[in-house]
């Protein structure tokens, strides 16, 4: 196995451990919680029909496998602050160069999406230009994320305790009409058949839909990055992996179900919540308020946990020499405050460039990280596998964690990332996002090469 690099000998620039249980808890919730979920969610069921839920399922058993096997690698190897360090441990330095920068790449991108997407809901409210309030809340999440690791933790813990109580009372509400409770006609789940069928669009459909769906239950694997600022690193970990089947099944797959046995899904429209269009048919009051508040909550917590990712992930590289060193300087309250800085700035460079080409440059910016998420838990599949052999070729005991039946769900869950980046490749509304994305991981596996080469060939260290 390769040995990881030496961080910086500077003890004093070390990341804090203010993390609390509850915080790392509710990080792993809101993690798998966003606008993909309550937005995003209407092009799928818009593409397979109510069968979407076999999509959602099929989804959700593939992201189980994948957090199950960084699990086991996280416990093991505690000293590793991100995950994307791992494939460093299995594969060497230039997967953990790459995959630390696309990873970066990916969150920093985010950052002006989630931006301007919080800007269009408060001009409901507020009408003002969407740059101005995209850059007071991108001035607001910098500020939360400089103060320390405990004030990111606690802003998430409340945004995603918003989030987990929008969804609950949502299925209480919406599933009761469901049942006959509150329907003046009784159950409507003839909805999950009356229109073309459960599979109107044929089985194809609903396997092409988990390139859809996947998307939107990304995230998980930001309670690894956080759990190295807890006192237990590795017991919270352990739960992630062990509770999320049950996060997915309740936050996804019941909220998307009552949703298809409550509204036709004819009648869904693409990048229209179904979540508004199902309170607005059993008439709840104010609905579309009320989930545009829900939203802009999801939107608030995606972009601060954006913040937060992208300077641990940045500060992680610094101290292996893959970016400068001057990022791995810490504050007083042991935040890598230039690692913020940092992607504060690339945050407002991306919301000006969406404001001055939003159709061309900005487009390309965001379609260049399409695949990269799905590249990374391949890796991430890869590393767990090449690191079990070299374990048990060193005689050593077995994992804390163990993925379960080793190897062959391992081979599962890298053969269904695989699979989802060739249909990208060869589905039309994600082909642009697969080759913009191969753009980028081209330019990072070339930034290697050229830092390696500029230190007459040895690997960064």
């Known amino acids: 196995m390769h040995t990881e690099n030496p961080p910086a000998p500077a003890e004093a620039n070390t990341l804090s451990q203010s993390l609390r249980p509850r915080h790392v808890a509710m990080i792993t919730i809101g993690g798998i919680i966003g606008a993909g979920l309550f937005v995003g969610s209407s092009v799928a069921i818009a593409a397979a029909g109510p069968a979407i839920l076999i999509s959602y399922t099929l989804t959700g058993l593939l992201i189980l496998l994948v957090m199950r096997m960084l699990g086991e690698m996280a416990v093991d190897m505690p000293q590793v602050r991100s995950f994307t360090e791992f494939t460093r441990a299995a594969l060497g330095n230039w997967a953990g160069f790459s995959v630390g920068w696309l990873y970066w790449y990916f969150w920093a991108i985010v950052i002006p999406v989630e931006a301007i997407a919080g800007a269009g809901i408060i001009q409901r409210w507020l009408p003002l230009p969407t740059w101005e309030i995209g850059a007071v809340l991108m001035l ?74 996947i998307w939107s239950m990304m995230g998980a694997e930001v309670v690894t990055i956080a759990a190295a600022e807890s006192p237990e690193p590795a017991r919270a970990v352990a739960r992630m992996t062990s509770t999320i089947i049950s996060r997915i099944l ?88 230039r690692a913020v800085l940092l992607a504060s700035a690339v945050g407002f460079a991306g919301v000006a460039t969406a404001v001055i080409s939003p159709s061309k440059v900005f487009a390309f910016l965001v379609n260049a990280s399409g695949a990269i998420i799905a590249v990374i838990y391949l890796s991430i599949g890869v590393s767990q596998v090449r690191t079990r052999r070299m374990r048990e070729r060193a005689g050593g005991p077995p994992p804390t964690l163990p993925m379960w039946c080793f190897p062959w769900l391992s081979y599962v869950a890298i053969g269904g990332m695989a699979m989802v980046l060739v249909a990208m490749a060869f589905t039309p509304s994600h082909r642009e996002e697969f080759w913009a994305s191969t753009i980028s991981i081209a330019v990072a596996l070339l930034a290697y090469w050229l830092l390696r080469r500029g230190r007459g060939g040895a690997a960064p260290h």
């Not at 607001?140 to 989030?163: D, H, P, Q």
């Not at 159950?187 to 859809?212: N, R």
């Not at 899904?265 to 607005?280: C, G, I, M, N």
């Open 140 to 213: 607001l999440m910098t500020g939360v994320n400089l103060m320390s690791a405990r004030a990111y933790g606690e802003f998430e813990f409340w945004f995603s305790s918003i989030k987990v109580a929008a969804i609950l009372t949502f299925i209480v509400v919406v599933g009761a009409h469901a049942f006959g409770f509150r329907s003046a006609t009784g159950p409507t789940f003839a909805t999950l058949v009356d229109h073309g069928g459960f599979a109107p669009k044929g089985p194809f459909a609903v396997l092409a839909a988990v390139t859809t769906v």
């Open 250 to 337: 309740i936050f996804y797959v019941c909220s998307i179900f009552v949703i298809v046995s409550t509204v036709p899904w004819t009648q869904v429209v693409p990048s229209e919540s179904p979540f508004t269009l199902a309170l607005d048919g059993i008439h709840f009051p104010y609905a579309s308020e009320f989930m545009a508040a829900v939203i802009l909550t999801a939107v608030l917590s995606c972009l601060n946990s954006s913040f937060y990712v992208a300077s641990r992930v940045l500060f992680v590289l610094a101290n292996h020499g893959d970016a400068p060193r001057w990022l791995v300087k810490t504050n007083a309250q042991h935040v890598p405050a």
